[in-house]
């Protein structure tokens, strides 16, 4: 798979879905979890959603359990929660894994030249954040405590507002 947008990935009903529907939309990629210190991350990321979704960006969610079993519900139990606690309606796709022999190939793609700081391929813990330009390109990789609002000055470059 040559690009981002040739990837398939799970919606959280487990219907197939080509980021290819994402074309020419700023993406930010996101592995979540719904018991993680970190979980109030929703909120902000709602927030960028409510405030760019109709200028063009796109706040994709993949629930993780890979660190510290966080996100131990099913697909079902992790949209109720997100919905109801942080009023979430970006999109929330099906529990993978981020890391390891069943790496998803989302995430496969997302690691393969965009080490996190320290300069692992390796997802570190959840909310780790990519960010990916209209054309595909990503741009940036946000460690999990990069707040959502720290990432608005290069969202709103990506999206010219």
Not at 14 to 33: H, S
Not at 58 to 80: R, T
Not at 89 to 99: A, E, P
Not at 128 to 155: C, N, W
């Amino acid at each position: 798979m040559s690009d981002i947008y040739s990837q398939v990935v799970k919606k959280s009903d487990m219907t197939d879905i080509t980021l290819n529907e994402f074309k020419n939309k700023v993406l930010l990629i996101v592995n979540v979890a719904s018991e993680c210190g970190l979980t109030y991350q929703y909120e902000a990321l709602q927030g960028l959603h409510n405030k760019y979704n109709e200028d063009g960006l796109e706040i994709l969610g993949f629930p993780c359990n890979q660190f510290g079993a966080q996100e131990p519900g099913s697909n079902e139990e992790i949209q109720f929660f997100c919905t109801e606690k942080y009023d979430v309606s970006f999109g929330l796709f099906d529990k993978i894994d981020v890391n390891g022999d069943s790496t998803a190939p989302i995430y496969q793609f997302l690691k393969k030249d965009n080490p996190s700081e320290s300069g692992s391929n390796d997802i570190e813990w959840n909310f780790t954040k990519f960010l990916v330009s209209r054309d595909g390109e990503i741009i940036k990789r946000f460690g999990p405590k990069t707040e959502p609002e720290e990432i608005k000055k290069d969202i709103e470059e990506l999206l010219n507002v």
